[in-house]
């Protein structure tokens, strides 16, 4: 069995966390739609350019590629760096979704009680499926989370003041949405590197860059629309206030008196995105792991993996919100122009030059 | 797959399914509604030395079920202390049930605190998880907002639950009342909030109810930069702040026309303005906008006769500009806050010129000059034409 492209797509787009818009907001309150637009420019570039490494070689994944262009040494040297990147993205998702669920739902459950059964159901879709069935749990989990995105956007308008929306730029000016959109684009594209990894397990690994480009797109749209609604709805000055403004947002729909605390719903669809998004990165975590070690161990290493990001979360629930504190200092300062730009220009660059090496 | 294989999935899942549906029933981590006190409203007054006085409004479900007439249907209980949260805690220790703000529908400020500023009191609301956002603020005048909570609610069980709806059923847009707006506006630099006022003393005991005539009152608060109440709009100028603000929805205008009383119920009540800066000089157009039927007609006017509609239309809209005009004078002279969101406009709208003017908003806003353009069509003129 084989990752078709559609799987590849929606896989991709479950990574968007896109009720978090903070940076976005913060930086550009009510022109955070054109710092959006701008990292959404970001991401698809970038996203462009993962998928054509990952296609450089049909059928080898990261792992393979860094040791035929770079050697044994440095091959391993590389992809240890973005085993880390992924072993974090695993981590702080996982952080994330822990965070949601005890503010929304569980205030009084103690944080390796909520962390569990979801570690569990980690280990256990992959050792039992692995990508496979990730794939085909993301073909409904992808669609559904897509909808409970949209459908509240509808609910919303009658309570959007667009007028909400003025004045466009002078507020903000270039230097700020540049400023704004790093973090922004830190923020919005956990799933951009999946295809270094995972097109290598994909039926026909030429339509990858066709489906990551536009996952990535659809989402970065996607993000550009839920600022530009919290805005809309709560006002440009509460909404970059918010620890979660667009659930915020949805929770401030009254129809009729009637139609009023949709979020619940939300909340079981975020938990659903948030499995696919974090079983696809301990995914790709433990098999590049497994492929620095031994690829014989690949079962002991998603236990490995789960169990350690397991642990990062426990032993970190006492700190808050770590994820801004990541983004700043490790995503933006580190992950963005090494893992993300320098490491696939520079594979990019040796993989035309050594076609040869590839054959 | 053996017919041994299939027989033992399937009695796999029967058991699998029969065992979640033993512990999914019901609830089992006791948060029921028995162990959660239904709290219907909050007031807010103060106590001395910067602490709060805070009182609750909580439903008794025993009385408000069949047969509980004896009782009255709500409790209230009040405490002091140094913020909201610190007061809810004391609040428990009087209470048999876990406070839960999920029903909190609507605070209420004191007029005393409301005067004084309340900037200080918005943090909570909205940062605590579990209370509802969408909760409306009210200012109770001329008494403790615990006074207010602990009347009577008339055809309501709560006085909460009537103030509420005397707001929505009044055309005011449900979502400006709530406090995220409140909070929202308050943070403007070219806007100033505003509030519904209630009153104490409005329920009266029913036998006597049809005795002395009470004057219907409605009225608004309104608020300066730091969050306190400087003053207060009653009758039509409230009704007119309101729609000059653009909080209003719908409305029954009712003016005079050639010496006889007309009523127009208006909906799609809009309001636009329109700016102009002219180097020092701020120069304001408020443009409303609405479409009515004509309800009640006491003149000779013929209505079926098209210049006659017209000339109520016009007379109509010659008495709203009148008015308009009086009650932003009044505002811009007497209480000297921008309700309105005029600089919320320049702002809007000349964004370069604005940084220069937010800085001294509030000795600019009395000397911004207003034009009203009243624009009211009349939609249809009832069920018949003449008088």
């Known amino acids: 069995m084989k990752l078709s492209g559609n799987q590849l797509f929606w896989i991709m787009f479950c990574f968007q966390v896109h009720y978090a818009l903070m940076p976005a907001l913060q930086y550009g309150k009510q022109d955070a739609w054109l710092i959006c637009l701008l990292s959404g420019a970001g991401v698809i570039a970038i996203t462009y350019l993962m998928a054509k490494v990952s296609q450089l070689s049909p059928g080898d994944n990261i792992a393979d590629l860094c040791r035929k262009l770079?050697?044994?040494?440095?091959?391993?040297?590389?992809?240890?760096?973005?085993?880390?990147?992924?072993?974090?993205?695993?981590?702080?998702?996982?952080?994330?979704?822990?965070?949601?669920?005890?503010?929304?739902?569980?205030?009084?459950?103690?944080?390796?009680?909520?962390?569990?059964?979801?570690?569990?159901?980690?280990?256990?879709?992959?050792?039992?499926?692995?990508?496979?069935?990730?794939?085909?749990?993301?073909?409904?989990?992808?669609?559904?989370?897509?909808?409970?995105?949209?459908?509240?956007?509808?609910?919303?308008?009658?309570?959007?003041?667009?007028?909400?929306?003025?004045?466009?730029?002078?507020?903000?000016?270039?230097?700020?949405?540049?400023?704004?959109?790093?973090?922004?684009?830190?923020?919005?594209?956990?799933?951009?590197?999946?295809?270094?990894?995972?097109?290598?397990?994909?039926?026909?690994?030429?339509?990858?860059?066709?489906?990551?480009?536009?996952?990535?797109?659809?989402?970065?749209?996607?993000?550009?629309?839920?600022?530009?609604i919290s805005v809309l709805v709560l006002g440009s000055h509460l909404a970059p206030q918010l620890t979660l403004p667009w659930v915020v947002s949805i929770r401030s729909v009254s129809i009729l008196n009637f139609i009023q605390n949709i979020d619940a719903i939300a909340v079981f669809v975020y938990s659903f995105s948030h499995f696919i998004a974090l079983s696809a990165s301990t995914f790709v975590t433990s098999y590049g792991l497994a492929q620095l070690i031994h690829k014989k161990l690949w079962k002991l290493m998603v236990v490995c993996v789960v169990g350690l990001s397991f642990l990062a979360v426990v032993l970190t629930s006492d700190v808050g919100h770590i994820t801004n504190l990541y983004r700043d200092i490790i995503w933006v300062r580190w992950v963005l122009p090494v893992n993300m730009l320098g490491i696939p220009l520079l594979l990019w660059i040796m993989g035309k030059m050594k076609k040869g090496a590839l054959q | 797959m053996s017919k041994f294989k299939r027989v033992r999935s399937q009695l796999s899942a029967a058991i699998m399914i029969a065992v979640l549906m033993g512990i999914t029933t019901g609830c089992w981590d006791m948060v029921e509604p028995n162990e959660r006190s239904i709290w219907v409203g909050s007031g807010v007054d103060s106590a001395a030395g910067r602490k709060i006085d805070l009182s609750v409004q909580i439903a008794v479900p025993r009385a408000l079920g069949e047969g509980g007439g004896q009782q009255k249907p709500y409790l209230v209980k009040s405490?002091?202390?140094?913020?909201?949260?610190?007061?809810?805690?004391?609040?428990?220790?009087?209470?048999?049930?876990?406070?839960?703000?999920?029903?909190?529908?609507?605070?209420?400020?004191?007029?005393?605190?409301?005067?004084?500023?309340?900037?200080?009191?918005?943090?909570?609301?909205?940062?605590?998880?579990?209370?509802?956002?969408?909760?409306?603020?009210?200012?109770?005048?001329?008494?403790?907002?615990?006074?207010?909570?602990?009347?009577?609610?008339?055809?309501?069980?709560?006085?909460?639950?009537?103030?509420?709806?005397?707001?929505?059923?009044?055309?005011?847009?449900?979502?400006?009342?709530?406090?995220?707006?409140?909070?929202?506006v308050l943070q403007r630099d070219g806007m100033r909030p505003l509030m519904q006022v209630v009153e104490t003393g409005t329920e009266k005991d029913p036998k006597s109810e049809a005795e002395g005539s009470e004057p219907s009152h409605r009225e608004i608060a309104l608020f300066n930069n730091s969050a306190a109440a400087?003053?207060?709009?009653?009758?039509?100028?409230?009704?007119?702040?309101?729609?000059?603000?653009?909080?209003?929805?719908?409305?029954?205008?009712?003016?005079?026309?050639?010496?006889?009383?007309?009523?127009?119920?208006?909906?799609?009540?809009?309001?636009?303005?329109?700016?102009?800066?002219?180097?020092?000089?701020?120069?304001?157009?408020?443009?409303?906008?609405?479409?009515?039927?004509?309800?009640?007609?006491?003149?000779?006017?013929?209505?079926?006769?098209?210049?006659?509609?017209?000339?109520?239309?016009?007379?109509?809209?010659?008495?709203?500009?009148?008015?308009?005009?009086?009650?932003?004078?009044?505002?811009?002279?007497?209480?000297?806050?921008?309700?309105?969101?005029?600089?919320?406009?320049?702002?809007?709208?000349?964004?370069?010129?604005?940084?220069?003017?937010?800085?001294?908003?509030?000795?600019?806003?009395?000397?911004?000059?207003?034009?009203?353009?009243?624009?009211?069509?009349?939609?249809?003129?009832?069920?018949?034409?003449?008088?």
């Open chain 1, 70 to 228: 770079l050697g044994k040494w440095a091959g391993k040297l590389i992809l240890l760096l973005y085993i880390v990147v992924w072993f974090f993205l695993t981590a702080v998702t996982l952080r994330e979704w822990v965070d949601y669920v005890y503010l929304k739902l569980l205030p009084h459950t103690p944080i390796p009680i909520v962390v569990l059964p979801m570690s569990l159901l980690l280990i256990y879709v992959n050792l039992k499926g692995g990508i496979f069935a990730i794939g085909r749990c993301s073909q409904i989990i992808g669609p559904l989370y897509f909808l409970i995105g949209f459908a509240p956007v509808l609910l919303m308008f009658g309570i959007m003041d667009w007028t909400n929306l003025l004045p466009i730029y002078a507020d903000t000016g270039v230097h700020q949405i540049v400023k704004g959109a790093v973090p922004t684009l830190g923020n919005t594209m956990g799933g951009a590197m999946m295809p270094l990894m995972l097109t290598a397990f994909m039926q026909q690994p030429q339509q990858a860059t066709k489906y990551a480009v536009r996952a990535m797109g659809l989402s970065s749209l996607w993000v550009l629309i839920a600022a530009l």
């Open chain 2, 230 to 387: 400087v003053g207060y709009l009653q009758e039509e100028e409230a009704i007119a702040a309101l729609w000059a603000a653009g909080y209003l929805e719908d409305q029954m205008v009712t003016e005079t026309v050639y010496g006889q009383e007309v009523t127009i119920d208006l909906h799609h009540m809009k309001r636009t303005l329109k700016s102009k800066i002219e180097g020092e000089n701020v120069e304001l157009k408020l443009i409303l906008r609405a479409q009515g039927i004509v309800d009640e007609n006491d003149t000779d006017l013929n209505l079926f006769i098209y210049s006659d509609m017209k000339k109520v239309e016009q007379a109509f809209n010659q008495k709203i500009e009148q008015q308009m005009n009086t009650m932003i004078k009044m505002v811009q002279q007497k209480y000297k806050t921008d309700i309105f969101g005029f600089g919320e406009d320049i702002h809007r709208r000349h964004p370069k010129q604005w940084s220069q003017m937010k800085g001294n908003w509030d000795e600019r806003f009395p000397k911004v000059k207003v034009t009203v353009i009243s624009n009211i069509v009349i939609r249809h003129i009832g069920e018949r034409g003449p008088k």
């Open chain 2, 79 to 184: 405490t002091v202390g140094r913020n909201l949260e610190d007061c809810f805690q004391r609040l428990q220790a009087q209470l048999s049930r876990q406070i839960f703000l999920g029903h909190r529908h609507a605070v209420f400020v004191g007029q005393k605190t409301a005067e004084t500023g309340m900037r200080r009191l918005m943090d909570e609301f909205g940062r605590n998880p579990r209370s509802n956002i969408r909760a409306k603020l009210f200012l109770v005048k001329g008494a403790t907002a615990k006074a207010f909570l602990a009347e009577s609610g008339g055809i309501e069980y709560f006085s909460t639950e009537k103030a509420i709806r005397q707001t929505r059923f009044n055309g005011i847009n449900d979502k400006m009342t709530t406090m995220i707006f409140f909070k929202e």
